[in-house]
T-cell receptor, first 111, second 116 residues
Framework: KQEVTQIPAALSVPEGENLVLNCSFT??????LQWFRQDPGKGLTSLLL?????REQTSGRLNASLDKSSGRSTLYIAASQPGDSATYLC??????????FGKGTKLTVNP | GAGVSQTPSNKVTEKGKYVELRCDPI?????LYWYRQSLGQGPEFLIY????????DSGLPNDRFFAVRPEGSVSTLKIQRTERGDSAVYLC??????????????FGPGTRLTVL
């Protein structure tokens, strides 16, 4: 059974700092890994999707990496802004259509 | 519509009552998913529809939970004899085909269910 762990559970940084969020998973037989953002009272917004054959994806100030063999992914956020404050969720798609999520990292960027 | 919509946004009910939660997926999306998110947890898969049929209902916790998608568009999640442990945010998502491993799932804002 796939298990997804996200560390840290919460992170508070000053504006402008670069930061890394971590995601680990137990079963390396995955199709893809996705990073989502969740704002309070709102649904999830997909940020980046990395296919199993890829090593990284970039979108603006976000960069996500995938090391399937070690069961790890990182989400790098450059030059953080207060608007980046949200909960970031990592999700794995394995041998079925369902996504398996971690518990998330709650990020607070202080002005 | 532009995105996935869910109604109601909030539902408060009493233990033992029946509730229905509705999801309107993005137009043209054949795949539809239901997830449940408890406080402090990530979303957990409940059921996946491909068209009108439930292709995977392995996440439904027990037979009190049932979902339908009769015309391959709108879906309703039905919970009988609600229990306090059913309190959570119920999220719906849709994707274009569901069969491609590169499909992004687009999520709705969720329905917050509170069982008193």
């Amino acid at each position: 059974k796939q298990e997804v762990t996200q560390i840290p559970a919460a992170l508070s940084v000053p504006e402008g700092e670069n930061l890394v969020l971590n995601c680990s998973f137990t079963d390396s037989a995955i199709y893809n890994l996705q990073w989502f953002r969740q704002d309070p009272g709102k649904g999830l917004t997909s940020l980046l999707l990395i296919q199993s054959s890829q090593r990284e994806q970039t979108s603006g100030r976000l960069n996500a990496s995938l090391d399937k063999s070690s069961g790890r992914s990182t989400l790098y956020i450059a030059a953080s802004q207060p608007g980046d404050s949200a909960t970031y969720l990592c999700a794995i798609q394995g041998g079925s259509e369902k996504l398996v999520f971690g518990k998330g990292t709650k990020l607070t960027v202080n002005p | 519509g532009a995105g996935v919509s869910q109604t109601p946004s909030n539902k408060v009910t009493e233990k033992g009552k029946y509730v229905e939660l509705r999801c309107d997926p993005i137009s043209g999306h054949t795949a539809l998913y239901w997830y449940r998110q408890s406080l402090g947890q990530g979303p957990e898969f409940l059921i996946y529809f491909q068209g009108t049929g439930a292709a995977d209902d392995s996440g439904l916790p027990n037979d009190r939970f049932f979902a339908v998608r009769p015309e391959g568009s709108v879906s309703t999640l039905k919970i009988q004899r609600t229990e306090r442990g059913d309190s959570a945010v119920y999220l719906c998502a849709s994707s274009l085909t569901g069969g491609a491993r590169t499909d992004t799932q687009y999520f709705g804002p969720g329905t917050r269910l509170t069982v008193l």
